[in-house]
């Protein structure tokens, strides 16, 4: 039977029954029709407790927010803001080296989570109101803000640094000195993220036992709360999932939608780290808020958007790739964030035998939730103004950071041929490095002052058009949604939807100076030579 067919049905038998019950309350004498209507009562009462969003009773602390401006948090939410866990977030910028190049960007995942919880809670609000049938209790409500607020409690040091950068570079260097590896295959903060959530409940429970049973939760929704922050995998699966029942699906795309990228996470930091880099932002999430809509598609709720709504969802994935190119994956912040990272492997005393004790614990605080609250952007003072022996290198590259001396831009271009690897690539340029003849007899070149970078940029799905991953509903047939139709969408779209860039740099050596005469024909030489290789492996001019 068809949803709609099946709603009207329901609400049909449901005006029967309120019709026979009123009819039965009338035929009843007194005195037992008073205790009847305290039993009638008694059971609307726990019915609108159970899945009215109504909080009007609880006493809501108001943040004023840059971004969404006066937000209303749940006590049992202020609470978790009020651990050290949560709090910790305050010391970790949300676009770390990207400050360096924007000094607006100097907000922190503190009060992007905070944005995070509140959207949670107005779409979930959205879909309460004009869905009934979805059934959405007060408890799924707290949940799922919940975990837009802790979603990103496991990030570390200069955010996407530490779980991009960091353990990647950590895991190559246990591997090459033959040290034994003990960090998760593809660790990534949302892991981190779920340990913490752990530690906070724990630390509340400890206060008061009952802390959550107060507010309608228990150990299926702390369950639910984790499975939320690491998102539903594939769609096509058996639903395995604990928290909640399958026709309750839709719920795990709110914060962290592994369908099709939509989620509450990146509406708020499209909007804030726009809004904070000086970057004009197209997409409008208040909007699409209106036209969210759950619909059965291939046997399982999703939350789908009015078909008129297809532009500003590609707005949406625009402004994603728009921010990588010109702020996340800018050419000066995004070498300052590799030298971050160097710095911090060096520090990494578990990378050294014997595991020196003036050197810090970086990666092997991945392992517990306590030590890893201590990794914060504060790690980047610690290790300056120390006087260890052991982190001298370390010292020197943040130095090089504050000072600016950092490795020269030689250039970039756009790969037009089919996926070659790093490793390819530097073994490419290697050659032409070594191949290329100076016109200036006094130059000479070294390949491994010049390392070669690859950069990904996409609108969130590799190579895949994301918006066919999008259901769509219509104003004719609001309960049925299926992917958009070519015809409906603009002529003006791109064809493909990802780019790799290659990118060369040039590290100058400690007794080099920018203002040396001898560095700027050095410099121009090597980008002689970058031209050069792009024209023979490419076919590109730069």
Same mark, same amino acid.
Request: include cysteine; proline fraction near 4%; hydrophobic fraction near 30%.
């Given at each position: 039977?068809?949803?709609?067919?099946?709603?009207?049905?329901?609400?049909?038998?449901?005006?029967?029954?309120?019709?026979?019950?009123?009819?039965?309350?009338?035929?009843?004498?007194?005195?037992?029709?008073?205790?009847?209507?305290?039993?009638?009562?008694?059971? $609307?009462?726990?019915?609108?407790? =159970?899945?009215?969003?109504?909080?009007?009773?609880?006493?809501?602390? +108001?943040?004023? @927010?840059?971004?969404?401006?006066?937000?209303?948090? %749940?006590?049992?939410?202020?609470?978790?803001?009020?651990?050290?866990?949560?709090?910790?977030?305050?010391?970790?910028?949300? $676009?770390?080296?990207?400050?360096?190049?924007?000094?607006?960007?100097?907000?922190?995942?503190?009060?992007?989570?905070?944005?995070?919880?509140?959207?949670?809670?107005?779409?979930?609000?959205?879909?309460?109101?004009?869905?009934?049938?979805?059934?959405?209790?007060?408890?799924?409500?707290?949940?799922?803000?919940?975990?837009?607020?802790?979603?990103?409690?496991?990030?570390?040091?200069?955010?996407?640094?530490?779980?991009?950068?960091?353990?990647?570079?950590?895991?190559?260097?246990?591997?090459?000195?033959?040290?034994?590896?003990?960090?998760?295959?593809?660790?990534?903060?949302?892991?981190?993220?779920?340990?913490?959530? @752990?530690?906070?409940?724990?630390?509340?429970?400890?206060?008061?036992?009952?802390?959550?049973?107060?507010?309608?939760?228990?150990?299926?929704?702390?369950?639910?709360?984790?499975?939320?922050?690491?998102?539903?995998?594939?769609?096509?699966?058996?639903?395995?999932?604990?928290?909640?029942?399958?026709?309750?699906?839709?719920?795990?795309?709110?914060?962290?939608?592994?369908?099709?990228?939509?989620?509450?996470?990146?509406? @708020?930091?499209?909007?804030?780290?726009?809004?904070?880099?000086?970057?004009?932002?197209?997409?409008?999430?208040?909007?699409? $808020?209106?036209?969210?809509?759950?619909?059965?598609?291939?046997?399982?709720?999703?939350?789908?958007?009015?078909?008129?709504?297809?532009?500003?969802?590609? @707005?949406?994935?625009?402004?994603?790739?728009?921010? %990588?190119?010109?702020?996340?994956?800018? =050419?000066?912040?995004? +070498?300052?964030?590799?030298?971050?990272?160097?710095?911090?492997?060096?520090?990494?005393?578990?990378?050294?035998?014997?595991?020196?004790?003036?050197?810090?614990?970086?990666?092997?605080?991945?392992?517990?939730?306590?030590?890893?609250?201590?990794?914060?952007?504060? +790690?980047?003072?610690? +290790?300056?103004?120390?006087?260890?022996?052991?982190?001298?290198?370390?010292?020197?590259?943040?130095? =090089?950071?504050?000072?600016?001396?950092?490795?020269?831009?030689?250039?970039?271009?756009?790969?037009?041929?089919?996926?070659?690897?790093?490793?390819?690539?530097?073994?490419?340029?290697?050659?032409?490095?070594?191949?290329?003849?100076?016109?200036?007899?006094?130059?000479?070149?070294?390949?491994?002052?010049?390392?070669?970078?690859?950069?990904?940029?996409?609108?969130?799905?590799?190579?895949?058009?994301?918006?066919?991953?999008?259901?769509?509903?219509?104003?004719?047939?609001?309960?049925?949604?299926?992917?958009?139709?070519?015809?409906?969408?603009?002529?003006?779209?791109?064809?493909?939807?990802?780019?790799?860039?290659?990118?060369?740099?040039?590290?100058?050596?400690?007794?080099?100076?920018?203002?040396?005469?001898?560095?700027?024909?050095?410099?121009?030489?090597?980008?002689?030579?970058?031209?050069?290789?792009?024209?023979?492996?490419?076919?590109?001019?730069?």
């Amino acid at each position: 039977m068809p949803r709609s067919e099946k709603n009207k049905k329901t609400l049909f038998d449901l005006r029967k029954n309120l019709q026979d019950l009123k009819k039965s309350y009338e035929e009843i004498e007194e005195p037992e029709k008073q205790q009847s209507w305290e039993i009638i009562t008694d059971e $609307l009462k726990d019915i609108l407790k =159970k899945y009215s969003l109504d909080f009007s009773k609880e006493q809501m602390k +108001i943040f004023n @927010d840059p971004i969404h401006g006066h937000i209303a948090l %749940h006590p049992l939410l202020v609470k978790i803001t009020d651990t050290p866990q949560f709090q910790r977030l305050r010391h970790i910028k949300q $676009l770390g080296g990207t400050y360096l190049v924007y000094p607006g960007a100097s907000h922190n995942r503190f009060e992007h989570s905070l944005g995070v919880a509140y959207l949670a809670g107005c779409l979930v609000k959205i879909l309460h109101d004009n869905q009934p049938e979805l059934k959405i209790t007060k408890q799924d409500f707290l949940c799922v803000q919940i975990a837009g607020l802790c979603h990103d409690l496991g990030h570390g040091p200069f955010s996407h640094v530490f779980d991009g950068l960091v353990i990647p570079k950590a895991k190559t260097m246990k591997k090459t000195r033959g040290l034994p590896d003990d960090i998760p295959e593809k660790w990534k903060h949302e892991q981190m993220s779920v340990l913490m959530f @752990d530690d906070i409940v724990k630390s509340l429970k400890t206060e008061n036992e009952n802390v959550l049973k107060e507010h309608g939760l228990d150990d299926k929704d702390v369950k639910f709360i984790k499975e939320l922050i690491e998102g539903a995998k594939d769609p096509s699966d058996k639903w395995t999932y604990e928290g909640r029942a399958e026709h309750k699906s839709f719920l795990y795309e709110i914060v962290a939608n592994k369908q099709n990228g939509i989620d509450v996470d990146k509406w @708020d930091y499209f909007a804030r780290d726009c809004h904070h880099l000086g970057i004009r932002n197209s997409f409008d999430h208040q909007r699409l $808020l209106k036209f969210a809509r759950v619909c059965e598609v291939n046997g399982r709720n999703h939350i789908c958007f009015r078909d008129k709504e297809a532009d500003n969802v590609y @707005d949406m994935f625009r402004t994603r790739y728009t921010l %990588h190119r010109q702020a996340y994956q800018h =050419k000066i912040g995004y +070498i300052t964030e590799e030298m971050f990272a160097d710095a911090l492997v060096l520090a990494d005393r578990d990378l050294h035998e014997g595991k020196p004790e003036d050197m810090l614990k970086i990666s092997e605080a991945i392992k517990t939730a306590e030590e890893y609250s201590k990794l914060t952007d504060e +790690i980047f003072e610690q +290790i300056s103004s120390s006087t260890a022996d052991n982190l001298k290198k370390s010292r020197n590259i943040l130095d =090089k950071i504050v000072r600016r001396e950092l490795p020269k831009f030689v250039g970039e271009a756009r790969l037009t041929e089919e996926h070659k690897s790093k490793e390819q690539l530097t073994e490419s340029w290697k050659a032409a490095v070594q191949k290329y003849k100076p016109t200036d007899p006094t130059v000479s070149l070294n390949a491994e002052e010049l390392p070669v970078y690859v950069v990904d940029l996409d609108h969130g799905m590799k190579d895949k058009n994301p918006i066919e991953s999008v259901y769509f509903y219509s104003k004719r047939n609001p309960n049925q949604a299926s992917t958009i139709k070519d015809y409906q969408l603009s002529s003006f779209l791109p064809k493909k939807f990802n780019e790799e860039l290659v990118r060369v740099y040039y590290r100058r050596t400690d007794d080099q100076t920018a203002e040396d005469k001898m560095e700027e024909k050095k410099v121009e030489e090597i980008h002689e030579c970058f031209k050069k290789w792009c024209k023979d492996n490419f076919g590109l001019r730069v």
